[in-house]
């Protein structure tokens, strides 16, 4: 019945040991592991044939033999536990009843040890109460009339069994916590690679933005430069030379931007972040940048209302970047005899920027692939807490409209 019980639950656990195979398995094992197992066997015989041969019975050599087979099982006792187990306890019940010097105490336990550390607790249990009926039916029926006291050795190997399983389950538990703290440490470790690129690749679009931010102003204002200079060439060479120094202005202002943005990508860890970015564009070049737009040919006119507040950087540089952008886009679309207008609002709590034009670029019909610029501004704008609208002006030209919170405050 033992036997059949211990084929039936092993039977059970042979596709799951299939698919999670133990750190013992054949294919895995290291040398010392052998060493180690085959060691515990050993020892497990001697303990067995230790109480024979100190009270001095025979032993002929069929029991070190049967004992051997029994024993022997041990060696593969991690890769196979409830197997091994079975063999143990199925083998020692008939060796047991031929010889009762062949009960095999120790490699008992230290199977059913195995199979409480490795296997399931359900396995666990099923396995120590077979132990523990093999155990008390043998006693009540070897020493019953030898032994007076069986019945106080029968309560003392129920605890040798006890400690035997809790010994296996505590080692289970163990196994399994630090199980958990490896795939805790290792989800941890994934996690912060994503944030990781995660971070990455905002910086990734903050610097594509701001190069296009760059690259499209410059080179469009370098563009229109060029084609005034080529104009007055002819009739006007000291206005045609004066307009390529703008140009070589220009271009090298475009150079210095454009490498303090790469110089992003290539900072090294502990550099100072300031020396990197600096400087950065805020409200007080706008007449800078309006300047410039007006020495490639398009009138503007800069409106401030209002008393400037302390405001960070951060929206400083967003409005800086949309009356760029709004400025690039007239110049590329506007027209000839184009004007424009920038106004700024401080109001309690936020700040407005438009800006319009009377050029073409309201009726002219648009290229393929216009407006990437104004959708990352209007994504800049969000992160602030604000808002972003561009459309035709009545009755012709562009307006560009946004309003930003002084509080620098991101919505998430």
């Given amino acids: 019945m033992a036997a059949a019980a211990i084929g039936r639950l092993s039977g059970g656990t042979m596709a799951s040991m299939r698919m999670l195979r133990p750190a013992g398995f054949l294919a895995n094992r290291a040398a010392g592991r052998w060493v180690f197992d085959a060691l515990v066997t050993v020892a497990a015989a001697a303990l067995t044939l230790a109480t024979p041969i100190h009270e001095r019975h025979h032993t002929g050599p069929a029991a070190f033999i049967v004992l051997a087979v029994i024993v022997a099982p041990l060696v593969v006792r991690r890769i196979w536990p409830i197997q ?16 009762k010097h062949l ?74 916590w630090l199980a958990e703290l490896h795939d805790r440490a290792d989800r941890l470790e994934r996690e912060r690679d994503q944030q990781g690129a995660l971070a990455a690749a905002a910086e990734r679009a903050r610097i594509a933005r701001e190069m296009h931010d760059v690259t499209a102003h410059h080179l469009t204002v370098m563009v229109t430069l ?76 800069l409106e401030v209302c209002g008393q400037a507040p302390d405001v960070p950087a951060g929206v400083q ?34 700040l407005r920027v438009d800006i319009d034009d009377d050029g073409a670029g309201g009726t002219a019909p648009a290229p393929a692939g216009v407006g990437g610029g104004l959708i990352g501004m209007a994504e800049r704008i969000h992160a602030y807490g604000g808002d972003v609208r561009a459309g035709p002006r009545q009755p012709g030209g562009w307006t560009v409209s946004a309003r930003l919170h002084l509080d620098g405050g991101e919505t998430g």
């Fill in 84 to 99: 091994v187990f079975g063999w143990i306890l199925a083998t020692d019940i008939p060796a047991a009843l031929w010889n």
């Fill in 317 to 350: 540089l967003t409005a800086y970047r949309l009356v760029q952008e709004a400025l690039t886009n007239t110049l590329k679309h506007g027209g000839s005899g184009a004007r424009a207008t920038v106004r700024l609002r401080y109001l309690p709590g936020e």
């Fill in 226 to 301: 060029s084609e005034a200079a080529a104009a007055a060439s002819a009739s006007s060479p000291e206005r045609a030379a004066e307009v390529m120094r703008s140009v070589s202005a220009t271009g090298r202002r475009a150079l210095a931007d454009t490498r303090r943005l790469l110089g992003v990508l290539r900072q090294h860890p502990g550099d100072d972040p300031a020396v990197a970015l600096a400087p950065v564009p805020d409200l007080t070049q706008l007449d800078a940048l309006i300047e410039e737009v007006r020495s490639a040919g398009l009138q503007t006119t």
């Fill in 103 to 176: 009960i095999a105490w120790p490699a008992l336990l230290i199977a059913l040890y195995t199979v409480a550390a490795l296997r399931s607790r359900q396995a666990a249990l099923v396995c120590a109460g077979l132990f523990e009926i093999a155990t008390v039916v043998g006693l009540a029926l070897l020493a019953r009339n030898t032994v007076p006291g069986w019945r106080f050795l029968a309560i003392s190997y129920t605890g040798m069994i006890a400690a035997a399983l809790g010994l296996g389950l505590y080692s289970a538990t163990r196994r399994a």
